[in-house]
């Protein structure tokens, strides 16, 4: 869990790939869940159990649920994201809750795996971020480009020094 606590840190953060990451931060507001489950029944059981606790707990802006025993292979987690949506709308919570994907192998389709704008979604686990779309809604009206803020990362990670990239990002070489 440290691993992630860093890269929301060093990379999310100090690069500013989430402009709306640092108050959730600095504010404490971020629950990360490190999930035990070793199958995709189970990550569902993960899943609904943090919506549930993100329905009771206000003071909780949002959670990493972080899962590395589960999809570590991106086609299939790509895949699973479906049953995740699905699990949103059976439990009537579409519009309340979205989830954000990342991945260590993150790729955007068409794109090379070594791609500079696959970084904008990579994380050292995989790992499902549930926002409120509520609170997504009103971050996005006080920024003065939330349409820009995709570009902006794939200029910034492009432009960045290969080696700097790598090294920020070191668990994308080992889960090869």
């Not at 609904?48 to 570590?72: F, G, K, Y």
């Not at 990342?102 to 389709?109: A, E, Q, V």
């Not at 904008?120 to 609170?135: A, D, K, Q």
């Amino acid at each position: 869990m440290e691993r992630v606590k860093d890269w929301v840190n060093s990379v999310v953060v100090e690069w500013n790939l989430c402009p709306f990451a640092r108050k959730e931060v600095v504010e404490n507001k971020i629950r990360y869940f490190h999930s035990s489950a070793q199958s995709e029944d189970e990550l569902l059981a993960d899943l609904a159990c943090e919506i549930a606790l993100l329905d009771h707990s206000p003071s909780v802006s949002t959670t990493l649920l972080i899962h590395p025993q589960v999809l570590n292979d991106f086609e299939n987690y790509n895949q699973f994201l479906e049953d995740a949506d699905a699990l949103l709308a059976a439990l009537g919570k579409e519009g309340t809750y979205q989830i954000a994907s990342f991945h260590p192998r993150y790729r955007f389709h068409g794109t090379r795996e070594e791609a500079a704008e696959n970084y904008t979604n990579r994380s050292p686990y995989p790992l499902l971020h549930i926002l409120r779309e509520s609170m997504v809604e009103q971050a996005v009206e006080r920024h003065p480009d939330p349409e820009g803020i995709p570009e902006r990362n794939i200029r910034l990670l492009q432009e960045m020094d290969k080696n700097r990239l790598e090294s920020a990002f070191p668990w994308c070489k080992e889960s090869r």
